[in-house]
Each structure stands twice: as structure tokens, then as C-alpha cells.
């Protein structure tokens, strides 16, 4: 519990929540550290040594990991598809966040590294029917990733391979997919499926104007991670002694957006007529998690239903949108 921990993209949704479970496992020596301003990060805690900075930059990283003994790299450029397909350059430029972070952590003698990967690795042939079987581990190669986004992970991922075996620096990584639940984005472009949907429900409730705008034809296959799933999953790949290559974390509940956008509007309480934008990014045909090697290494996978998650999710983007004031940032 004395050791010091860096938590890089701690403004952002999945790394807020992170800090948010260290400080209750009873961590006193937490660095959060992110680009944005502090009054944009979802979640900022008092006890905490807050920083902004670049970690784009060698310096930044270099202060960053000076003194910590684990870091974890939540720190991207990223978003839904409706960004990385259309900012594939800033996507790719991430590679420089965990490029420098890694050999700042190898100078500085961190004893663990963590790195969030993303689904997006996986070959694109292998996700062009919504019914695809499930991706394992070993479908990433042959190497054709998402443009953009996911090369950048898989190159990445490579480099921590590489700095494990080369320099000794442990590190573990795990191939998110799609998180979502409160505190993370759900407007302004960055948003993924679930917010989005939860946002045009809720918009369309409180307008009285029963439409919704859907991308692609919704029977593009998913699955989604509720957030307590994935940070329990970081935590339990982080201190494991074996999993010491990249391994999936998502829930295995498969659906279409069809079938997410009947939850929401079951949840609200309302139909909405669907208007299909079949030119609008959709991302791959289908894709859903293959836990079987999780399951095999840590004897868990991802359990909170879609339908808890989406609920509570609902809740937390209602309040945003209704009294923001009240329900933004009340952790500050
Ligand atoms: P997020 O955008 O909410 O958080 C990322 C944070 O990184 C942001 O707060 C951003 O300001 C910060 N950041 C970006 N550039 C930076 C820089 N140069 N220096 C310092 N901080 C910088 O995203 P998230 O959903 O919390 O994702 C966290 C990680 O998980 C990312 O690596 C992402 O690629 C990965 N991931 C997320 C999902 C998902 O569904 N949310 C799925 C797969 C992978």
C-alpha cells in the first residue's frame, strides 16, 4: 500500500474509475496524470497527486514515473468509431504516450507496467459477419487491424512484449472491449455505442420528439464491459503472475444495436422510431469476446449483465443531461 502508483490518462473514464478503486483498496500513494485540464476529468480526488501534463513527451513521462513502482497506461487519444475512423493520425500518435512511458519506466525501475489494448487488434477478416464465431487471443495475426487505432495497439503491445523480455520490465496487457457505464464520455464525438444510445433516448424522451438516429443497419454485433467488470479484470491480469500476454477482457453477451437500442428504450420507457444512417462509421460486422483463456488463467470473466450496466448507465447520462451541475465531477 506505500508504493507509488502511476495512473497515466486518470482523467479520462476507465483510468478515473482506477484511481477511484485504489483509493478504496487503501492506497496512499496514488499519481494521476493526464493532458486535460483538471476541469475536465471525470473523476479528481483530493488525496491524490494530480498532474497534467503530455506523456506524449520522454521529460513528462520521465517526472511522471520518477519514484513509482507500478504504472498503468490509460493514456490514448481515442474515442468511438465515429472518431478513430476519422482520425486515424492521432490515433497512431498514442504509440508515442506508451513508447516513452515504457522507457521511462524501464530508467526509473518500475516493477510492473500495465497496458490497455483494445479489441480493435483483432484481423478485420475475421469480424465481417454478425455472426461470427468469438475472437480468441491468437486471432490478431495474421496482423490486420483497425486502420489507425488498432495498429497502434498491436504495435504496442508488442512493445511491451519486447521491453518484458529485453529489459525485464514485467508488463501486462489486456485487449479491452468496449467499456462503458458512468463517468465517461457520452457526448461531443468521443462517445461509443452505449452512451450514444442512452444520450439519443434520453434526447429524444425530453424533446418529445420519438426518433433516434442509428449508424449502420444496428445488427453489427457487440458485446460491452460494464466498468466495475473491467477494472476488476485490470487489477486481477495486473498482479497475476502468468498472464503475461495479451488476453481478452470483455463480457461474452453478445447483441445487436438493434437489440442495445430495445434495452434503452425498455429502460426509458419509450419507442422511438429508428432511422438508419448507413453511411455513418459502424465499425466491423460483428465482434464479441472469447473468454475461454481468461476463464482457463484467472477462473473469472466479466459478469455485471447488460442490463444492470445499461441501467445504471442511463441514470448517470440522465442526470448529466438534466442537472448537470448537480451530478458532473462531484468527487472534486
Ligand atoms: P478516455 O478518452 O476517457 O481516457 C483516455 C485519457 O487519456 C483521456 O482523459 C485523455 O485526456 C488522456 N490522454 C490522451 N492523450 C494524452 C497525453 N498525450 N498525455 C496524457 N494523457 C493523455 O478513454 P478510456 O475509455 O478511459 O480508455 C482508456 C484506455 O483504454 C485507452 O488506452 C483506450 O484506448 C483503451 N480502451 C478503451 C476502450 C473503451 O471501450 N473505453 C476499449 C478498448 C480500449
Known amino acids: 500500500m506505500s508504493q507509488k502508483i502511476l495512473v497515466a490518462g486518470a482523467g479520462g473514464f476507465i483510468g478515473g474509475h ?42 513528462a513521462c520521465d517526472r511522471a514515473t520518477k519514484g513509482a513502482t507500478l504504472v498503468y497506461n490509460l493514456a490514448a487519444d481515442m474515442g468511438g468509431m465515429g472518431f478513430i475512423e476519422l482520425n486515424r493520425g492521432l490515433c497512431m500518435l498514442s504509440v508515442l504516450i506508451n513508447t516513452h512511458l515504457l522507457m521511462a519506466s524501464r530508467d526509473n525501475g518500475v516493477k510492473r507496467f500495465f497496458y490497455s489494448s483494445s479489441a480493435c487488434v483483432y484481423n478485420a477478416s475475421k469480424q465481417t459477419d454478425p455472426n461470427m464465431t468469438a475472437l480468441r487471443e491468437e486471432d490478431a495475426y ?106 481478452n477482457l470483455g463480457s461474452a453477451e453478445k447483441v445487436t444495436i438493434n437489440q442495445l437500442v430495445d434495452m434503452v428504450e425498455d429502460i426509458a420507457a419509450i419507442k422511438l422510431k429508428r432511422n438508419y444512417k448507413l453511411d455513418a462509421p459502424k465499425g466491423v460486422n460483428g465482434r464479441n469476446s472469447d473468454n475461454t483463456l481468461i476463464e482457463k488463467m484467472l477462473k473469472w470473466e466479466p459478469n455485471t449483465s447488460l442490463r444492470t450496466g445499461m441501467e445504471k448507465t442511463y441514470a448517470w447520462i440522465y442526470d448529466q443531461m438534466t442537472n448537470p451541475e448537480k451530478s458532473r465531477n462531484f468527487r472534486r
Request: glycine share 6%; charged share 30%; hydrophobic share 35%.
Open 18 to 59: 482506477l484511481v477511484a478503486h485504489l483509493l478504496r483498496q487503501g492506497h496512499k500513494d496514488i499519481r494521476a496524470v493526464d493532458i486535460k485540464p483538471f476541469e475536465d476529468w471525470y473523476q479528481k480526488f483530493p488525496n491524490v497527486e494530480n498532474v497534467q501534463a503530455d506523456l506524449q513527451l520522454k521529460d
Open 142 to 247: 495474421p496482423a490486420m487491424p483497425e486502420d489507425g487505432y488498432g495498429w497502434e495497439k498491436l504495435f504496442s503491445e508488442r512493445m511491451c512484449r519486447h521491453f518484458m523480455e529485453d529489459f525485464k520490465l514485467p508488463t501486462r496487457v489486456a485487449r479491452f472491449h468496449n467499456v462503458y457505464g458512468p463517468e465517461g464520455t457520452w457526448d461531443g464525438g468521443r462517445e461509443k455505442a452505449p452512451a450514444a444510445i442512452c444520450r439519443k433516448v434520453i434526447a429524444a424522451k425530453l424533446a418529445k420528439k420519438h426518433e433516434i438516429e442509428i449508424w449502420g443497419t444496428g445488427n453489427q454485433t457487440r458485446s460491452f464491459m460494464y466498468i466495475d467488470d473491467c477494472i476488476t479484470g485490470i487489477e486481477k491480469i495486473f498482479h497475476s503472475d502468468n498472464v503475461t500476454f495479451p488476453i
